[in-house]
């Protein structure tokens, strides 16, 4: 395995930077803290090519089951999605060391949200874990990871998404499959139209599932008629991914894995990153493979759940970049950007595209390339 992971930015996704492929949700794990703002190429405009192709499509829909009265009040206030095609065809490979992926998955910010999210929920967890066996700092880790514990669900109706992108052609019948779901969703009465909202393309709710996935998956368990992951109370969310993760065969009472050494459960040992800690990992890290198909998501849920938990920081360490630099160096850097007025976009030590550019901007400042890169000189000369 190299070291520097390439996961494709999932096949669809939105926020701030996906980083792997989810079975699932199918939207980029690790989202931001704070609820962000619809954009205005995220609001459906109209557009003659794109109502050609749902006048055809009705005729599909129809021959799927789904009645008139569901499709016309469905397509009633839908639209062209223009950002949506923006963002698809402008995915970036993400690279991203595990070093990096924990240091936004399991930041200071995201524990102590998780561990008041965990004491708030508990005894809803609690409920969940009796019925379908799974850890409730799992559950609540992975809710963290994709919606960033509810506050970035997202606000972007989804049939006009997933319409946009079938009419868009790129993965037509995938997404064709998705809306046909959405549709058989809203004549389940499980909400009304201008409720289902979600990501630009189209994975909803507080754990962020795609429309077939939440066909498959998805339960009521406030026992109110409808699976409703969509409203503010993240209860039919939180089941459904525990019963996504049980049907996925994840094993009651058994760990995710740990760092390996003394306590970590008896698994086979990864070392996603050359150098840094290795891992010790059972049956219940496939499951959570299952709902995201990615080894850094899968160690990012793990660890945040047992920091969730009360567990402290991993125990190994990582060595130094590319660049020669530690994180603390590159948190150094960024502090040091951040004082003379650069934005950085935070102090993480993870060097995204605002420290690059805050890094750009110092370098054309003293007379040096504008390359963006770090580096211990240009620490130095800070």
């Known amino acids: 395995m190299t070291g520097r992971m390439i996961l494709g930015r999932r096949q669809f996704g939105f926020g701030m930077g996906a980083l792997a492929l989810s079975a699932c949700a199918g939207t980029p794990?690790?989202?931001?803290?704070?609820?962000?703002?619809?954009?205005?190429?995220?609001r459906p405009v109209p557009d003659a090519g794109h109502a050609a192709w749902v006048a055809?499509?009705?005729?599909?829909?129809?021959?799927?089951?789904?009645?008139?009265?569901?499709?016309?009040?469905?397509?009633?206030?839908?639209?062209?999605?223009?950002?949506?095609?923006?963002?698809?065809?402008?995915?970036?490979?993400?690279?991203?060391?595990?070093?990096?992926?924990?240091?936004?998955?399991?930041?200071?910010?995201?524990?102590?949200?998780?561990?008041?999210?965990?004491?708030?929920q508990r005894s809803t967890l609690a409920a969940i874990e009796t019925r379908y066996g799974v850890d409730p700092t799992i559950v609540t880790a992975i809710w963290g990871l994709e919606s960033f514990y509810g506050e970035r669900r997202g606000d972007v109706p989804?049939?006009?998404?997933?319409?946009?992108?079938?009419?868009?052609?790129?993965?037509?019948?995938f997404f064709e499959q998705q809306l046909l779901a959405a549709l058989k969703i809203l004549q389940a009465g499980d909400v009304a139209p201008d409720r289902m909202?979600?990501?630009?393309?189209?994975?909803m709710g507080h754990t962020q599932f795609i429309p077939t996935s939440y066909l498959a998956y998805a339960v009521d368990f406030t026992g109110d008629g409808?699976?409703?992951?969509?409203?503010?109370?993240?209860?039919?969310?939180l089941a459904s991914t525990a019963a996504y993760l049980s049907r996925s065969g994840w094993?009651?009472?058994l760990r995710w894995g740990g760092e390996a050494g003394p306590g970590a459960p008896a698994g086979?040992?990864?070392?996603?990153?050359?150098?840094?800690?290795?891992?010790?990992?059972?049956?219940?890290?496939?499951?959570?493979?299952?709902?995201?198909?990615?080894?850094?998501?899968?160690?990012?849920?793990?660890?945040?759940?047992?920091?969730?938990?009360?567990?402290?920081?991993?125990?190994?360490?990582?060595?130094?970049?590319?660049?020669?630099?530690?994180k603390?160096?590159?948190?150094?850097?960024?502090?040091?950007?951040?004082?003379?007025?650069?934005d950085t976009g935070g102090t993480d030590g993870v060097i995204g595209t605002k420290s690059r550019a805050a890094i750009s901007a110092y370098q054309a400042s003293i007379g040096q390339p504008a390359t963006g890169v770090p580096s211990l000189a240009l620490l130095a000369s800070l």
């Open 29 to 42: 794990a690790l989202q931001g803290s704070g609820p962000a703002p619809l954009a205005d190429d995220l």
């Open 56 to 120: 055809a499509f009705r005729g599909r829909a129809l021959a799927g089951g789904i009645s008139a009265a569901t499709f016309d009040a469905a397509f009633r206030n839908a639209g062209f999605v223009p950002g949506v095609i923006t963002r698809d065809r402008n995915q970036p490979e993400s690279s991203r060391t595990l070093e990096d992926y924990l240091s936004i998955a399991v930041s200071d910010e995201r524990v102590a949200k998780g561990r008041a999210a965990y004491a708030r």
């Open 158 to 173: 989804v049939v006009s998404a997933t319409s946009t992108l079938a009419y868009e052609g790129r993965r037509a019948a």
């Open 197 to 203: 909202t979600g990501s630009w393309a189209g994975a």
């Open 226 to 237: 409808r699976r409703d992951i969509w409203s503010d109370d993240p209860t039919d969310s």
């Open 251 to 253: 094993q009651r009472g």
């Open 268 to 326: 086979r040992i990864i070392q996603p990153q050359p150098g840094g800690p290795q891992f010790a990992v059972t049956g219940n890290f496939d499951a959570i493979k299952r709902y995201n198909n990615s080894d850094l998501y899968a160690i990012g849920v793990g660890h945040l759940a047992d920091r969730i938990g009360g567990a402290g920081p991993l125990r190994g360490s990582f060595p130094p970049d590319a660049n020669g630099m530690t």
């Open 328 to 342: 603390d160096d590159r948190i150094a850097l960024q502090r040091r950007l951040t004082a003379r007025g650069y």
